[in-house]
């Protein structure tokens, strides 16, 4: 225990050592990002407002700008300007204004624009070449926004002020279905009142059966006063913006509230947000706060980098239902009715909401004892445990000791002995007794062009001797192969994740859970090991890492073994090699001497050729001067010295190295015709009786003449070789040649002895010969199988009803 308690101490000292290091590297991280902020400049934004400031719009687009800007940290610094337009329309003060700006904005430069209102996007429309030439401008609270406003400027996008009026309208009709007339209260003499005006012509169209909509707008503030106090019964009132009466007197939107709400005796119904107030129903606001953080966040994602002209601009209303609670139930209006989402102001305040510092407290104090009484729970449920979990890594730590000393045995195993393949069986004995398994099976699944070394299939069972198995059952487990082949291992504690083919298997076999695993040498899956149990279980994860291990050790081995096979058999090929080559250079030699034999021959050939027929042709001018049988002897001369020629041509010809190997068209009959000539004489020394069976038209193949020609030389050679092991009074060699529709094809049949089945597999292999080496190089078949895989041909073989052997050549017909 006091081990424990110390270790935990030092783990608490190290957490609480690394918890300062990562504080200090924020701290770090903080001071270095901000310094970089700092150091790269604050970009300047200025705000032009339409208005002036104090006015309800124009402060809830400040606050919704200031929202966003304040999210983003201390990127931007912003300047506002107020044209202040409402309260000063005329044509001097917006010149004394310009005279202004040429002093304050000229020597500014500014990264963006945000427009608010009508007022400040015509100001900029005009302008703003002079002041914000390429200055991106983001606009927002448009009223009755049309794109012919910003016409030829470039830079800009925004939001337009949309409103929607028949949500207006809906809300009305739904809250006070009996409304038959509607008072429009709305100033004619500003921009804004006369495009409210438009807006609601178009709506009372659409509305004419079910409203009579009456205008109240040429007035003096007081006369508008009296005539609200005059409208009651089924008439309900919208309040639009009546900033200016008929006397030029600006009417604040606070004067409206001040003024007009308290007048009325049927609800009011308003549009934008800076009349929300008590004694106002309500209606479908729009929010200066939302057009503001619209604009705000445009102009942020376009300072970050994203082009203005992908911003589109935003014309839907930005809006919200909110219904003031208290003028619904003065009015007996049913909540029931409002549209889903509605803000409800002034709604009742719960219980939380009247005594929401004694909740807290008591909630606290609740939490506090709950959370005490979880945290001793925890540590008894901790210790208790903490017990278990000792008890069990105890048997944890038994059984790895256990498996450890198991691999140590495994390793030693497979590493003392040089061919893996002769301690497998004790290596899958020793695992059946020692590890927690009923069986045990190792399957090779490997194919015949595996490099490998092949092992055989077996099963070790707890309790019984290794069986070997000669077959294995692919059919019945084509869907687990199929999983190991992608090195996916497969662990089930009941069957149930195996297909049915698999489960109808191992159930034959008392087989009720298994772990199967591929082994994987050179990164193919060459065998499967699989560990079994005869009822359910739930494997552990320390015997599926101890299964891992042994397969893993086992394949390592196998690679072992195989690689090092593989390099003794590279060795053995290298030193073929050497030796093909030391034969071939003879061979080559031997052909540089018989050229230069058969030219030296030729010299002296050559004058007896020219001394026999100068006689001949002395006796044709002199007839009768020679003897008749000396004269006779004279010419079988000459006809024998140009059949030594034509034989010395052809040997020439045949051990002169070809130019050209590549493809050509070849006659088989002509070349077969022309190796013929130079073996026949040396068929017939050894007493052979030559048969053949030859077409009369020509067969033309993709060959080479040449290389054809030694082909049937060195096949006929072998015959003549086979033949002469055994003592036969008829000894015969048959050469047939024929075609079918792809390929012209070429028979040698001899009786022979034959070719041995051990040596069937090896007889085209360099330097490998049955006549020893004084009498063969291993060469000739060796050569044969070259020439014919050059040209894409065909050769095979067998032993003939005589005892013999038989070849046949295939090469594709020339189309």
């Known amino acids: 225990m006091l081990i424990f308690h110390l270790y935990w101490a030092s783990v608490s000292y190290q957490f609480k050592d690394d918890m300062r290091c990562l504080r200090n590297l924020l701290i770090i991280f903080f001071l270095f990002t901000s310094i970089v902020a700092y150091s790269n400049g604050r970009k300047k934004i200025l705000v032009l407002h339409s208005y002036h400031q104090g006015l309800r719009w124009t402060d809830n687009v400040n606050l919704g700008i200031q929202s966003v800007m304040d999210s ?41 624009i945000i427009v608010s209102d009508n007022n400040a996007l015509s100001f900029v429309r005009n302008h703003g070449d002079k002041y914000f030439k390429n200055t991106p401008i983001v606009f927002c609270g448009i009223n009755h926004f049309k794109d012919e406003m910003i016409e030829g400027m470039q830079n800009i996008t925004g939001v337009a002020e949309e409103v929607d009026w028949d949500g207006v309208i809906d809300l009305i009709l739904t809250t006070r279905p009996n409304t038959k007339q509607l008072v429009v209260i709305n100033d004619n003499i500003t921009t804004t009142g006369k495009l409210n005006k438009l807006s609601m012509v178009d709506i009372q169209k659409k509305y004419k ?45 606070q004067d409206n509230l001040d003024l007009l709400i308290p007048a009325s005796k049927v609800p009011v119904y308003i549009v934008w947000s800076f009349y929300v107030n008590d004694g106002v129903i309500g209606g479908k606001i729009v929010k200066g ?44 209006i ?13 709604s009742p305040r719960s219980f939380y909401s009247e005594h929401r510092e004694w909740v807290h407290i008591v909630l606290g104090i609740i939490s506090i004892s709950t959370l005490i009484i979880v945290v001793l729970s925890r540590a008894i449920i901790r210790r208790i445990r903490a017990e278990r979990a000792l008890i069990k890594e105890k048997e944890r730590l038994k059984i790895s000791v256990k498996h450890e000393r198991l691999l140590g045995i495994i390793g030693r195993l497979l590493n003392a002995s040089a061919d893996f393949k002769h301690v497998l069986d004790d290596v899958l004995k020793l695992m059946t007794e020692e590890l927690n398994v009923a069986r045990i099976s190792l399957y090779s699944i490997q194919s015949s062009d595996d490099f490998a070394v092949k092992i055989k299939s077996r099963i070790s069972t707890k309790g019984k001797n290794i069986k070997d198995v000669d077959q294995f059952y692919f059919s019945e487990l084509e869907d ?31 087989i009720k859970s298994v772990v199967i695993l591929p082994v994987v040498v050179e990164k193919k899956v060459l065998g499967l090991m699989g560990f079994s149990q005869n009822q359910q279980y739930k494997w552990t994860r320390d015997e599926i890492s101890i299964f891992f ?72 001018r002199n007839p009768g001067e020679l003897p008749e049988m000396f004269t006779r002897k004279i010419k079988t001369i000459s006809e024998g010295t140009e059949r030594i020629d034509s034989i010395i041509k052809h040997m020439r010809k ?94 040698i049949h001899d009786n022979g002895t034959g070719i041995d089945e051990e040596i069937q597999e090896k007889i085209y292999d360099p330097l490998f010969t049955t006549k020893g080496p ?25 032993n003939n009803a005589d005892g013999g052997a038989s070849f046949i050549v295939k090469f594709k017909l020339q189309e």
């Open 334 to 346: 049913d909540d029931g009715v409002l549209p889903k989402g509605t803000f409800l102001r002034n």
């Open 72 to 112: 983003v940290g201390n990127k931007y610094e912003l300047d506002y300007e107020y044209l202040d337009t409402k309260r000063n329309p005329s044509p001097e003060y917006l010149e004394k204004l310009i005279e202004l700006y040429d002093l304050k904005l000229m020597k500014e430069n500014y990264d963006a």
């Open 549 to 620: 291990s042994t397969v893993n050790m086992i394949a390592n081995a196998w690679e072992r073994n195989s690689l090092m096979e593989a390099r003794i058999e590279a060795e053995q090929k290298n030193l073929d090699a050497i030796r093909l080559l030391e034969e071939s250079s003879r061979l080559a030699s031997i052909g540089v001497m018989a050229a230069g034999i058969t030219h030296e021959i030729n010299q002296p050939l050559n004058a007896i050729k020219i001394t026999a027929d100068s006689v001949l042709f002395w006796q044709k």
């Open 654 to 747: 045949f051990w002169e190295k070809p130019r050209d190997i590549g493809s050509e068209t070849v006659d088989m009959l002509s070349a077969v015709n022309s190796a013929l000539s130079l073996v026949e004489r040396q068929v017939y020394d050894h007493s052979i009786e030559l048969q053949s069976d030859l077409p009369t038209e020509e067969i033309l193949v993709h060959s080479n003449f040449i290389q054809f020609e030694q082909i049937v030389v060195n096949l006929i050679v072998n015959s003549i070789h086979s033949l002469d092991k055994v003592k036969k009074e008829s000894k015969r060699i048959l050469i047939r040649l024929s075609k079918d529709k792809q390929y012209g094809i070429f028979e």
């Open 480 to 510: 687990v192969i199929a999983r190991l082949q992608k090195h996916r291992s497969i662990v089930s504690n009941d069957l149930s994740n195996l297909g049915d083919k698999a489960r109808e298997f191992y159930r034959k076999r008392n």
């Open 774 to 798: 004084e009498s063969g190089s291993g060469l000739g078949m060796a050569i044969v199988k070259s020439f014919i895989d050059r040209f894409q041909g065909d050769i095979s073989n067998y």
């Open 289 to 332: 706060s939302f057009h503001g953080e619209m604009a705000a966040k445009m102009v942020d994602n376009i300072l970050s980098g994203t082009p203005i002209d992908s911003i589109p601009i935003h014309r839907k209303p930005l809006d919200q239902y909110v219904v003031n609670y208290n003028e619904i139930k003065r009015f007996n």
């Open 209 to 253: 059966d079910q409203l009579e909509f009456i205008y109240y707008e040429d007035k003096t503030i007081d006369e508008l006063v009296t005539d609200v106090k005059k409208v009651k019964g089924d008439t309900s009132i919208l309040l639009l913006t009546f900033n200016k009466d008929k006397q030029g007197k600006f009417i604040s939107f």
